[in-house]
């Protein structure tokens, strides 16, 4: 998603108070857990857009502390003042945002200190020569590993059928496994209590399926 450029988006994310730029999350290394108010397990979602997904996550999950990481600004920027309007009725303190590229993570997170990642509708950069910009190619896998605990998992969803082909065979050449695959994952049982990202409402709505896979070590 690259919304076209909202002028003062840099300011604003500059003094956003629930936002940490890649310079100052970078500077905050080890000791990111700062930016809550309570420390409790951490759940990231790279390539976050908007931020419903995650909003609602962090609205049904007061137990955990999220970071939604979005590397445009004027994306970031749709996704906090959104978490704002939703504010006026209850503060979300377990909820905040990086404006970063995920191929900086590992100078972000400390090793083994996220418990889950989430993917949701990760660009898919159909062109062979882009296919390390993909989210699941075995680059980012290999930050993923560095961050994640070793009991932790990455959920990846999307309507791309190449995309997902694709990080199935990045799985299978590596040391992740696949705990969970669906080519229709909307029609599983376990889809139940299933929270829906803005992509997944849209391609939903065309009549696409969503295919969705758990990996971990
Ligand atoms: N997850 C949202 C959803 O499902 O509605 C948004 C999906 S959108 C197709 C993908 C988002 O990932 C875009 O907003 C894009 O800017 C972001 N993104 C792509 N590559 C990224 C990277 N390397 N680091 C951070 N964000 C990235």
């Not at 699941?136 to 009991?151: G, H």
């Amino acid at each position: 998603m690259r919304l076209r450029h909202i002028k003062g988006c840099e300011d604003f994310i500059t003094d956003a108070k629930e936002c940490l730029r890649e310079d100052e999350a970078i500077a905050l290394k080890g000791k990111i857990q700062d930016i809550f108010d309570v420390r409790r397990p951490l759940q990231i979602e790279i390539g976050m857009g908007k931020g419903q997904f995650i909003r609602n996550m962090a609205l049904k999950n007061q137990g955990i502390n999220f970071i939604g990481i979005e590397r445009y600004e004027s994306v970031l920027m749709k996704a906090i003042q959104r978490k704002r309007n939703l504010e006026s009725d209850k503060a979300i303190d377990n909820l905040r945002f990086l404006c970063a590229d995920a191929r900086k993570l590992a100078d972000i997170f400390e090793t083994g200190e996220v418990d889950k990642i989430f993917l949701n509708f990760s660009d898919p950069w159909p062109k062979d020569r882009h296919a390390n910009r993909r989210l699941t190619s075995p680059d980012f896998l290999q930050i993923y590993d560095r961050i994640l605990k070793p009991e932790g998992v990455i959920e990846f969803k999307t309507d791309n059928v190449g995309l997902f082909e694709y990080s199935l065979e990045v799985v299978k050449d590596s040391k992740w496994k696949l705990d969970f695959c669906s080519f229709d994952f909307h029609s599983e049982e376990k889809s139940e209590g299933n929270i829906m990202t803005e992509y997944e409402e849209k391609f939903v709505g065309q009549g696409n399926k969503i295919c969705k896979m758990i990996i971990s070590r």
